[in-house]
Structure formats: C-alpha cells, structure tokens
Nanobody, 125 residues
Framework: VQLQASGGGLVQAGGSLRLSCLAS?????????MGWFRQAPGKEREYVGA????????FYADSVKGRFTISRENAKNTVYLQMNSLKPEDTAVYYC??????????????????WGQGTQVTVSS
C-alpha cells in the first residue's frame, strides 16, 4: 500500500493549487482518516487538515481555515487538498498521510501510519 502525492508547483500569492493523493490498495475506503501535513525548510512538519473516512467531515489548522478544503473520493482512492488564496508562508513540502485505524486524533503526525512522498508547493510574493 502506498500514497502518492502530486499537484505541487510554483504559484503567485493569491493563486490556487489542488493537490491530489492517490492511495493504492483495495482497503483505502476503510481508512479512518486522511490527513495533509506540510514542512517548510528548517521547521517541523505541521498539520494542515484531515478528513474522515466518509469524506463528510473535515478539520483544518487555523492557519489555513477558510482558504483550504480537503475532500476525498473513495471510488478513485484519492484525497484532495484545494488551496486558495495562497500566501508565501504556505510554501512547503506537502505530505498526505493515512490513519488506517483510529489513533486518537487528527492533528498529530503520530496518529498516521502511512505517508506519501511529498510534493513541493512554492508561493511567490
């Protein structure tokens, strides 16, 4: 089972990007939650948001609330991160992660047991 993130790139401040995370394996639809994290150079990996297994409940870090939207399409084994009104401080490598069984929360990296390889997002001012 693997996660493959894509969709990163260079965008001007105020622009938008949509990241995708494709999960291999037939059990994707049963994963308890899917999360997005990001890591800027010299900083710790930080929580961006997460979505539950049905895709009907999403949670966000305060820094992205109102600008980012997470959704999942289980039929396509894919979770998305729509990023609008991007700011230079959003520049980071973005990672998707799977919480295959309930681990007690959404915002800690320790709650996730499967990680994608990351995709670079660069926002220019």
């Amino acid at each position: 089972v693997q996660l493959q993130a894509s969709g990163g790139g260079l965008v001007q401040a105020g622009g938008s990007l949509r990241l995708s995370c494709l999960a291999s394996g037939r059990t994707y639809g049963t994963y308890y939650a899917m999360g997005w994290f990001r890591q800027a150079p010299g900083k710790e990996r930080e929580y961006v948001g997460a979505v539950n297994w049905r895709g009907d409940n999403a949670f966000y870090a305060d820094s992205v609330k109102g600008r980012f939207t997470i959704s999942r399409e289980n039929a396509k084994n894919t979770v998305y991160l729509q990023m609008n009104s991007l700011k230079p401080e959003d520049t980071a490598v973005y990672y998707c992660a799977a919480q295959r069984v309930y681990s007690g929360g959404f915002s800690s990296t320790r709650s996730y047991d499967l990680w994608g390889q990351g995709t670079q997002v660069t926002v220019s001012s």
